[in-house]
Nanobody, 118 residues
Framework: QVRLVESGGGLAQAGGSLNLSCAAS????????MGWHRQVPGKTRELVAN???????MYADSVKGRFTISRDKTTNTVLLEMNSLEPLDTAVYYC????????????WGQGTQVTVSS
């Protein structure tokens, strides 16, 4: 089994910054990608940022230029630096991991709340 433990998040003012960290442990092998999704009550979960095994990153249009995702392969940790935060960034943020060979599995963290006040 794979365990994803998120840390960081909390409360920030608009224009401020927060950092999220996620450490993966357990039966880790052949990680394809790690990333972050977020969800607001009543809305579907959306991809925020993703980084694959080559280090290629992708971002939601709404966070491009403000958020940066990075990964430490030695510790299987993924970081999300969030700058210039906006109230619309308020959500529960979930760490994700995809791994496998022919059979691919997705894993999700418990989620961490990010609240941005105006």
């Amino acid at each position: 089994q794979v365990r994803l433990v998120e840390s960081g998040g909390g409360l920030a003012q608009a224009g401020g910054s927060l950092n999220l960290s996620c450490a993966a442990s357990g039966s880790i092998f052949n990680i394809i990608s790690m990333g972050w999704h977020r969800q607001v009550p009543g809305k579907t979960r959306e991809l925020v940022a993703n980084i694959n095994f080559r280090g290629t990153t992708m971002y939601a249009d709404s966070v491009k230029g403000r958020f940066t995702i990075s990964r430490d392969k030695t510790t299987n940790t993924v970081l999300l630096e969030m700058n210039s935060l906006e109230p619309l960034d308020t959500a529960v943020y979930y760490c994700t991991l995809r791994q496998g060979w022919s059979d691919v599995a997705d894993y999700w963290g418990q989620g961490t709340q990010v609240t941005v006040s105006s």
